[in-house]
């Protein structure tokens, strides 16, 4: 009889331990995965609060989203693993990784632009071309997902929910960083946006594996200036902005591939790089990958390239990239020049293709017209770039008020502009 008494009492005493242990823990991952600012770290569970101090459908319905996740994954648990990169461009100079451009590499890249497809309507993670899918992120990935957001980034952390796992242990994305995720099953399909936004029930993600055992979902996250207001047209900005997208499309593995056609032709990197302090040729030969290209040298040697493999190592073209208005809406950037910001970090990356959803906003009516015509007129990066430039010190100085593709192109229903649709 008193030994059954001990083993009452240690089976309370284990239970109230093992409780207050699970309380702790779940306390420390709630403070880790909710915060919005390093100073809430400690204090902050706001997703859950929120749900109670000020009922809102949008919170119910995002609520939805992870218990349906956990609905499914307690049925059928999911396959397969996610990846989690930090992408950097170093600030210095490094022998293996592109560094960060300053604004005369920019301004002298002789690169083709992409192809640019515009669509009013659809969803960046319904595009069906393997795409490069860009998160108009917080600096902090994730953002109001635990909390009361309810923009484009939180809504795919809601129906993609294995992404909320990076908010945990990925810190706060500095000006020369992006994120890129592989693999993130979608599990729930919605309507609507923001206060309007409501769980729709299930979602049988289709997309195939790749050779690391993820699905081929890729999603990029990428920071945009918050509120920038008129310094976003300052060159300092522009260089951000641009750079910023360039660093989330570029895929640093290429130039290890590159410097190695390199050695095989028998050239060595100070034939190549003849001005060590040139670096504008240095970045031109470290960027420019194209499937097929030429590379002139300052000495008038010439090299012929073949086609680089992707990343995967199948010999295949890099993924495009499907996007929309980053860094627009709630942070308030000018939707013309994100566009083209995208448009000339895109190619300057060798994307082949920006697949891009307007979402239907007024600003962006002539999108397609615009992109037609430069590209009819095969201007490169470093032409489009001067364009932007120039635009951009005008508005900032007051010279103009008018919205780049009005500056562009005063007439949109010009006789030759007509003539490229």
């Known amino acids: 009889m008193k030994s059954i008494f001990y083993f009452f009492y240690f089976l309370f005493f284990a239970f109230i331990f093992y409780f207050i242990l699970f309380f702790i823990i779940v306390n420390v991952i709630y403070k880790f995965l909710c915060f919005p600012e390093p100073t809430t770290l400690i204090t902050s569970i706001a997703f859950f609060r929120s749900l109670y101090e000020g009922y809102s459908q949008k919170q119910e319905n995002k609520l939805k989203c992870i218990v349906h996740y956990f609905k499914r994954i307690c049925s059928c648990m999911p396959v397969g693993f996610v990846s989690f990169e930090r992408k950097v461009l170093p600030q210095d100079r490094h022998p293996l990784f592109t560094s960060y451009p300053e604004a005369d590499f920019w301004s002298k890249s002789v690169l083709p632009l992409c192809a640019f497809e515009v669509h009013s309507l659809g969803f960046i993670e319904d595009q069906s071309a393997n795409a490069l899918e860009v998160d108009f992120a917080n600096k ?246 001067n364009m932007m430039v120039e635009y951009s010190s005008q508005r900032l100085n007051g010279r103009t008020d008018l919205g780049f593709f009005a500056w562009l192109l005063p007439s949109l229903t010009s006789h030759e502009l007509s003539n490229t649709n």
């Not at 989330?248 to 290890?256: A, P, V």
């Not at 302090?277 to 000495?299: F, G, K, P, Y």
């Open 140 to 385: 902090y990935i994730g953002g109001g997902a635990l909390h009361r957001g309810c923009l484009q980034e939180e809504i795919r952390f809601m129906i993609n929910p294995e992404l909320i796992a990076g908010m945990l242990f990925l810190p706060s994305m500095a000006d020369n960083e992006a994120i890129e995720i592989v693999g993130a099953e979608r599990f729930c399909d919605y309507k609507g946006y923001a206060s309007s936004f409501r769980f729709a029930g299930d979602h049988a993600d289709k997309r195939h594996f790749d050779s690391f055992g993820r699905r081929i979902t890729r999603i990029v996250a990428i920071d945009a200036l918050c509120s920038p207001g008129m310094k976003q047209y300052a060159l300092k900005y522009l260089l951000r902005e641009t750079n910023k997208a360039f660093c989330g499309f570029i895929d640093q593995s290429k130039y290890c591939q590159y410097k190695g056609l390199f050695q095989v032709k028998g050239l060595h990197e100070a034939h190549l790089y003849p001005d060590e302090n040139d670096h504008t040729s240095r970045n031109h030969l470290e960027l420019n990958e194209a499937s097929s290209t030429t590379v002139e040298t300052n000495q008038g040697a010439s090299v012929s390239l073949p086609a680089l493999g992707n990343s995967d190592g199948e010999g295949k073209d890099l993924p495009g990239i499907a996007t929309g208005n980053w860094g627009c809406g709630a942070f308030g950037g000018d939707p013309e020049l994100k566009a083209i910001i995208q448009w000339l970090a895109a190619s300057q990356a060798s994307r082949p293709f920006i697949l891009y959803y307007t979402f239907g906003i007024d600003a962006l009516q002539n999108l397609d017209q615009i992109t037609q015509w430069i590209l009819s007129h095969e201007w490169t990066v470093g032409d489009l770039w």
